[in-house]
């Protein structure tokens, strides 16, 4: 419940920040009403995802793909024509410290360093397709597992597609502004209205390649915003509303269904308010997938790794990870790091004519570059304050990890595990168990993953004593006759309907455990028969 009610407020946050983001450029192309273009894009959003479901968000998702791509290579050819080519792109850069990609300075009050980014950064994705319900939604809506990797292996493909379009549009147009940078000489209002007003620059002479990119842009947006509605509808229906009401009907589940996209539509819709407040959009969005998918991170893996967690230990780990990731990042938001922690890169308005002056080299900085109009600050704020962004996600994660062993080592109970002779083939053994951890072998084996294996893989025995009296050997030493079940301790009968259609009661091999009867609805089980 706990994680649930965090990624229903990571999403509404993040959603709210990323309606914003295509609102501002169509502000800046055509002057069109900022929010009335949020508006506008809620309401879409909420409409197709609402009557269509989880189906017209991956459809609509494929073709705003191509959008994406095709705005993106709009912006990279006549961008590179009005630049003078690639080279000419390329020496800019170089001469303006952009491709200094190697920067190992371990200071964590680096913005973006390789270590910032490596680290940070891994933990950040690994929080978005390891337990993100936006992600494992479009995972388990697949056939087989072989289906979801494939799909998970081309959005790799996509995702570097994308970032490595976006990472050379920034190249091209740094070297388009080298020596006039609009927002130092306060032509634009904000750094992310940049790429609008390059677009406008280079494209505004050629009719409908301005809305293209808006197209562009809002494309992305639109399959953000889908599959977050629908994901935190998913999500609040099974969580909460079908634990309250058991006894719903299909229809009366699919009414429920649509009036929370709509809720969650209006929610999301209204943050986009707040989002205008909140900076820079990439910094902010993965501000927000830190502070809140670090510690969901972190409560994650406490249960697929560890068995001797106990609900204490995870509950009190997640509120210390959720409590230090958002004491960093909303100091941080009321404290801005100064430049002389993030050391940003120099920007020129040498080449800038400024208004009612014929000096080309006089500008007035932005008024929150100067030192002085920052409020006091603490040594808190030069330091906690001052982290990267990126490592909030490393906090969280962290935090809850440590917290709920700790606590889970402190509420358990010692006592000793005794692995069945059947399973050992040899008499009973008993082992001492992990001090202070809850019953390990009550946990089934496959509902945790022996990372230790990969530590331990010349010996059995350490492996062994990893495990914590997991007896991971169950699902491998033993097969049971059914294909979706593995074993375990305790029978269950199933009925079957045989070809006179009457029922007759099976009774399954001993110690087997079905999968099926314990998984969600929507999870695809049809047999795998090809291994990826």
Same mark, same amino acid.
């Given at each position: 419940? #706990? #994680? ?54 991956? $459809? ?32 800019? %850069? ?79 147009? @740094? ?30 002479? @050629? ?8 197209? =562009? #842009? ?14 935190? %509808? ?20 699919? $009414? ?11 929610? +999301?819709?209204?943050?986009?308010? %707040? ?76 080449? +800038? ?19 002085? %109009? ?9 330091? $906690? ?82 495990? =914590? ?10 097969? +049971? ?52």
């Amino acid at each position: 419940m #706990a #994680a649930t009610l965090i990624y229903i407020l990571q999403t509404i946050l993040y959603t709210g920040v990323v309606v914003y983001a295509p609102a501002l450029a169509l502000n800046q192309v055509t002057g069109f009403n900022l929010w009335g273009s949020i508006f506008a894009t809620g309401v879409v959003c909420t409409f197709y995802c609402t009557l269509g479901g989880l189906k017209a968000v991956v $459809w609509t998702d494929a073709f705003q793909m191509v959008v994406m791509v095709v705005g993106f290579m709009t912006v990279l050819v006549q961008g590179t024509r009005k630049t003078g080519g690639a080279a000419s792109v390329w020496e800019v %850069a170089k001469n303006g410290n952009r491709l200094d990609i190697f920067d190992f300075d371990p200071d964590p009050l680096r913005r973006h360093t390789f270590w910032t980014i490596s680290i940070g950064g891994t933990f950040t994705w690994l929080g978005i397709y390891g337990v993100n319900q936006s992600t494992i939604q479009r995972c388990i809506s697949c056939k087989t597992e072989t289906h979801a990797k494939l799909a998970l292996y081309f959005n790799l493909l996509g995702l570097l597609v994308i970032l490595v379009c976006a990472v050379f549009s920034g190249l091209i147009m @740094y070297a388009f502004y080298a020596n006039c940078d609009p927002w130092t000489a306060q032509s634009v209002t904000a750094p992310d209205q940049l790429m609008p007003y390059f677009v406008m620059e280079i494209l505004g002479g @050629y009719p409908g390649l301005p809305g293209l990119f808006v197209a =562009c #842009a809002f494309s992305g947006t639109l399959s953000t915003v889908a599959a977050s509605i629908n994901a935190l %509808a998913t999500v609040t229906y099974e969580d909460f509303v079908k634990q309250c009401c058991t006894n719903l009907s299909n229809k009366a589940s699919g $009414w429920i269904s649509k009036g929370l996209c709509i809720v969650f539509g209006v929610a +999301c819709t209204t943050m986009a308010v %707040a989002a205008s407040y909140m900076g820079g959009i990439v910094q902010a969005a993965l501000s927000i997938h830190g502070m809140c998918g670090g510690p969901m991170l972190g409560l994650f893996s406490l249960g697929i790794v560890f068995p001797w967690t106990n609900s204490m230990g995870a509950a009190g780990g997640l509120t210390v990870g959720i409590a230090l990731s958002f004491w960093a990042g909303v100091g941080a938001f009321i404290y801005p790091a100064l430049d002389i922690n993030t050391r940003p890169l120099s920007l020129s308005i040498e080449g +800038c004519l400024q208004p009612n002056s014929s000096d080309p080299t006089t500008s007035v900085p932005p008024s929150y570059l100067d030192p002085t %109009a920052l409020p006091s600050r603490s040594s808190l704020a030069d330091h $906690w304050y001052s982290m990267s962004y990126l490592y909030y996600s490393a906090v969280g994660f962290l935090a809850t990890v440590t917290a709920g062993l700790l606590i889970s080592f402190i509420t358990g109970s010692t006592h000793t595990v005794c692995l069945p002779a059947k399973v050992q083939h040899t008499p009973s053994v008993c082992l001492p168990a992990c001090k202070g951890h809850t019953r390990s072998r009550d946990v089934k084996p496959w509902l945790l993953r022996p990372v230790c294996n990969l530590f331990c893989f010349w010996s059995k025995k350490y492996k062994k004593m990893c495990w =914590c009296g997991v007896n991971h050997e169950l699902k491998q030493d033993m097969e +049971c006759p059914d294909a979706d079940t593995v074993k375990d301790e305790g029978p269950f009968v199933k009925e079957d309907i045989g070809r006179k259609g009457m029922k007759r009661k099976i009774q399954p091999a001993k110690n087997c455990y079905n999968l099926q009867e314990k998984a969600h609805d929507n999870a695809g089980f049809t047999e795998d028969t090809k291994p990826f």
